[in-house]
């Protein structure tokens, strides 16, 4: 009974911070990494980061790197996604996943997903 919760989207201008959160219930949720995934309409979901148990190591997306970070708080079950200097190619559905054996990219590598923020980035 493994549940994932998104909350923090919103519609931003350009340059605008946003701060995601995911909290997470069940045996996974300070056990194994965890990644956000965000997909835009008419493109197939992409990944934008992950992060291990322990909080390192980390990976991104080429086209956020430097502009988002991952973070994790196992004590509150959360995890975040801090995102920096938005643009509206950030725009899209974003998703928390968890219970990767590893830094995974792939979506397969992940076996529960919460339902979704939606972040709009426009003028």
């Known amino acids: 009974q493994v549940q994932l919760v998104e909350s923090g989207g919103r519609l931003v201008q350009p340059g605008a911070s946003l701060r995601l959160s995911c909290v997470v219930s069940g045996r996974t949720a300070s056990t194994y990494a965890m990644g956000w995934f965000r997909q835009a309409p008419g493109k197939e979901r992409e990944f934008v980061a992950a992060i291990s148990w322990s909080g390192a190591p980390q990976r991104y997306a080429e086209s956020v790197k430097g502009r988002f970070t991952i973070s994790r708080d196992n004590a509150k079950n959360t995890v975040y996604l801090q995102m920096n200097s938005l643009k509206p190619e950030d725009t899209a559905v974003y998703y928390c996943?968890?219970?990767?054996?590893?830094?995974?990219?792939?979506?397969?590598?992940?076996?529960?997903w919460g339902q979704g923020t939606q972040v709009t980035v426009s003028s």
């Open positions: 996943a968890a219970d990767a054996r590893r830094l995974g990219i792939s979506s397969p590598e992940y076996s529960y």
